[in-house]
Nanobody
Framework: VQLQASGGGLVQPGGSLRLSCAAS????????VGWFRQAPGKERERVSCISSKDGSTDYADSVKGRFTISRDNAKNTVYLQMNSLKPEDTAVYFC?????????????????WGQGTQVTVSS
């Protein structure tokens, strides 16, 4: 069982990145998936989530209008398209999966967590 986050890197302010969260070893389409991030010295915070059932989405206020989450169940992958990046978006980004969206999005708990990918926004 594995969640593999990828796609991070160094980008200038205003730039874009697309993160991927690839799943293996479990029934992916039955799981909600969330993206979280943690900057040095700060607590982990939610970024975005997508449900398993109807693909409904939610976003932290800080990323609304700039980030878009999507999923491709045929590829067992969730994407996070990040546009208009700001220096304050700099963090390690993690993906997580759980059958229960509430548990994932509200309680920050998930059956599976990826290893994280570094996003650095700097000129």
């Amino acid at each position: 069982v594995q969640l593999q986050a990828s796609g991070g890197g160094l980008v200038q302010p205003g730039g874009s990145l697309r993160l991927s969260c690839a799943a293996s070893g479990f029934t992916f389409d039955g799981y909600a998936v969330g993206w979280f991030r943690q900057a040095p010295g700060k607590e982990r915070e939610r970024v975005s989530c997508i449900s398993s059932k109807d693909g409904s989405t939610d976003y932290a206020d800080s990323v609304k209008g700039r980030f878009t989450i999507s999923r491709d169940n045929a590829k067992n992958t969730v994407y996070l398209q990040m546009n208009s990046l700001k220096p304050e978006d700099t963090a390690v980004y993690f993906c997580a999966a759980d059958p229960r969206l509430f548990r994932l999005w509200v309680q920050f708990e998930g059956d599976y967590w990826g290893q994280g990918t570094q996003v650095t926004v700097s000129s």
